[in-house]
């Protein structure tokens, strides 16, 4: 069966360490890439996705991300966190060509960004 | 402003009965999915429907049932077979040929 996988469970950083979050993927077909993010109190929401072309996207807040299809990876790096990052990011991964919005979930990280 | 809501924020529930969970949406979109939180679980996708009267099993589909009559609402039931029903019950949508997630606030259950 097709999963996906975090590395890390919970990161804690201090302001303006760099941020690197795992993510890796059990499929060898087409995929969709995304990294969603729930801040406290508030809905999930996208942060970035891939689907095609070049595959370093950026997202919102200055995350960005890195396909690296040999690896069966995607994961998030942000240069410098704030500590407005605090909150749980997901992994996500569409599978196949089709757009059908099933997506499969990873794990879930907590950042915590101390101030 | 568009968006989705879910109904109600919370909710306890005793054993044994069944409990139904609202979900609207008013950004016109033709999918829409029911997912469970739990913690260090991630996401897993109960019930999915891709269009009105229409409606496939997720990934977790087993105590749970929902309907599709309008557009705008895709309610899920969280009956009495379920046997854990406690966690955090996500609803979202997505236009047709996006597979982009809108998400709501969430329903968090609680079974007493």
């Known amino acids: 069966a097709q999963s996906v996988s975090q590395h890390n469970h919970h990161v804690i950083l201090s302001e303006a360490a760099s941020l690197e979050l795992g993510c890796n993927y059990s499929?060898?077909?087409?995929?969709?890439l995304f990294w969603y993010v729930q801040y406290p109190g508030q809905h999930l929401q996208l942060l970035l996705k891939?689907?095609?072309?070049?595959?370093l996207v950026k997202g919102i807040k200055g995350f960005e991300a890195e396909f690296i299809k040999s690896k069966f990876s995607f994961n998030l790096r942000k240069p410098s966190v704030q500590w407005s990052d605090t909150a749980e990011y997901f992994c996500a991964v569409g599978i196949g060509s089709g757009n059908t919005g099933k997506l499969i979930f990873g794990q879930g990280t907590t950042l915590q960004v101390k101030p | 402003d568009g968006g989705i809501t879910q109904s109600p924020k919370y909710l306890f529930r005793k054993e044994g009965q069944n409990v139904t969970l609202s979900c609207e949406q008013n950004?016109?979109?033709?999918?829409m999915y029911w997912y469970r939180q739990d913690p260090g679980q991630g996401l897993r996708l109960i019930y999915y429907s891709q269009i009105v009267n229409d409606f496939q099993k997720g990934d977790i589909a087993e105590g749970y049932s929902v309907s599709r009559e309008k557009k705008e609402s895709f309610p899920l039931t969280v009956t009495s077979a379920q046997k854990n029903p406690t966690a955090f019950y996500l609803c979202?949508?997505?236009?047709?040929?996006?597979?982009?997630?809108?998400f709501g606030a969430g329903s968090r259950l609680t079974v007493l």
């Open positions: 499929y060898g077909g087409t995929v969709n």
């Open positions: 979202a949508s997505s236009s047709t040929g996006a597979n982009v997630l809108t």
């Open positions: 891939y689907f095609s072309g070049d595959p």
């Open positions: 950004l016109n979109h033709d999918a």
